[in-house]
């Protein structure tokens, strides 16, 4: 059993039923009253991110995770599919335990964390950035601007990203999965 004094980035915690990753944190000793722990938390089942305070000492029950790699294989019409490369196990995971799976394709690698005691998988995470091919973009026009401009773009597993003028159809860009910006195209 941890304390609130424990708490740092990236540790999972029982929270309400639920279990939470640990995204931020701020430990705070205001000048009067006692000390308290500002954390945001991020719920590795659903992804949805709530705002907790947790007084000085306040216990908490700390979940053991662990993390694999594993291979992305397909999605069928209630989640997704994957494969451990090292014994070749297949593993199911639902639709709300990705977030952003818009950017994943076949073969690509992902992190999925499972809870330590019973090995059933929590969430998946994506790599930070991903290499895609544009298959459709909006014509751009030269000279209709004064600043960056941005068109639609559709890269090949059906995501929308906006991306700047020059880039054309069959162009490979990396995108970033976190918030599905653009950040550059990849020479070849």
């Known amino acids: 059993m941890a304390t609130s004094n424990d708490i740092k980035k990236g540790l999972c915690i029982e929270y309400s039923n639920d279990i939470y990753k640990v995204i931020e944190f ?3 000793k205001p000048g009067k009253g006692p000390a308290f722990v500002r954390t945001k938390l991020k719920s590795v089942t659903n992804g949805k991110v709530i705002d907790n305070t947790f007084s000085a000492g306040h216990k908490i029950d700390e979940v053991k995770v662990i993390t694999r790699k594993y291979q992305y294989l397909y999605d069928d019409e209630n989640g ?5 490369n090292d014994d070749f196990s297949q593993l199911y995971l639902n639709k709300e335990m990705i977030e952003n799976s818009q950017f994943m394709k076949a073969g ?3 992190t999925i964390i499972l809870k330590e005691a019973d090995e059933t998988p929590l969430s998946a995470e994506l790599p930070q950035s991903v290499y895609l091919d544009v298959t459709e973009a909006d ?3 030269k000279g209709n601007t004064a600043t960056n401009a ?3 773009a559709i890269v090949e597993t059906g995501a929308r990203v906006m991306v700047p003028l020059f ?3 069959g162009d490979r860009i990396k995108v970033s999965t976190e918030d599905g910006s653009y950040l550059e195209r990849v020479k070849e």
């Open 26 to 28: 701020l430990h705070v």
């Open 139 to 141: 014509p751009g026009v």
């Open 167 to 169: 880039i054309e159809p």
């Open 108 to 110: 690509e690698e992902v």
């Open 150 to 152: 941005l068109k639609n």
């Open 80 to 84: 997704f599919h994957f494969m451990n």
